[in-house]
């Protein structure tokens, strides 16, 4: 089943009743609304006067609901998640935390090839060459020491939109800004997945910054982040403004857990996906898999227009 994604952008009062999230408006001519919470696996907060009752967050946690806050430039900075995400949260998270070094490289390594993949996969789907590109995924040894990662990261982007002045930068000229938002959306659907999972998105494989949180959430979300390239790079080609984010690529951006990706030969939405990623990397820990299930980058589904 695929959760649905609501955004608030206006004030409101959120509620529940009868295991339904009810949404009230201060206009008094806006009627009540009410979705079923069964229903939800995001919840995006976006306005500053939005209240929201200890009761629908209990049961928003109950239900695996991510529920995302904004910061003042509407980016989003906050995702409250359950401190219970599996009935072997202890177990899972013991062989998380065991994990020998050469495992991590291995798997690291895996994650760097099938992102520098999706990465020409999506170069070919726009007529680029993917030469250089499946140069570096081929050079990627265990542990990735060569940082071929960042290479292609920098190729990738150079050679991405044909922008004058553009590189990937988070405080660069746009469409960073639409990426730094996708991407934020991405690393909250990768979170989820991992605590549902009854991993820590905390302890990473290759992330290890102490300053960062979610270290596990930025390693797996890699090989998912050309699928947010490509929404960015249709909303950019269709010739919309892009110096700033209206509602309607917010709109586009959001739907990225619903957007349809290849997984082991079969379709099936992000979230879905991620869900099977992160449930792949625990067999990993354990010791039942060998390699962690990622996504395959396909023009057919990806490079097409957004609306």
Known sequence: MIKRT??????????????????????????????????????????????????????????????????????????????????????????????????KKQLWQQTVIAKIHNQANHFLARGKNTLRLKRYANAVNSGDLGNQEALAAAFYFQNLFDIEGFSRNQKGIAPNNLLNYGYAILRAVTARALVSSGLLPSVGIFHSNKYNAFCLADDVMEPYRPFVDAVVYNIVDSGCQIEELNKNIKSDLLMMPAIDVIIDGKQSPLMNAMSRTTASLYECFVGSRRKILYPEFTSSLQARDVS
């Open 6 to 103: 609501l955004f608030f952008s206006n004030p409101a009062y959120l509620s529940t009743q009868n295991e339904q999230m009810v949404v009230s408006f201060p206009e008094d001519d806006k009627p009540e609304a009410t979705i079923p919470i069964e229903d939800l696996g995001y919840v995006v907060l976006e306005h500053p006067q939005i209240t929201v009752t200890n009761g629908l967050l209990m049961k928003l946690l109950h239900n695996k609901t991510a529920v995302i806050t904004c910061d003042r430039q509407h980016l989003p900075n906050g995702f409250l998640q359950p401190l219970v995400g599996h009935s072997e949260q202890t177990e899972r998270m013991r062989y998380q935390l065991n994990a020998s070094v050469p495992l």
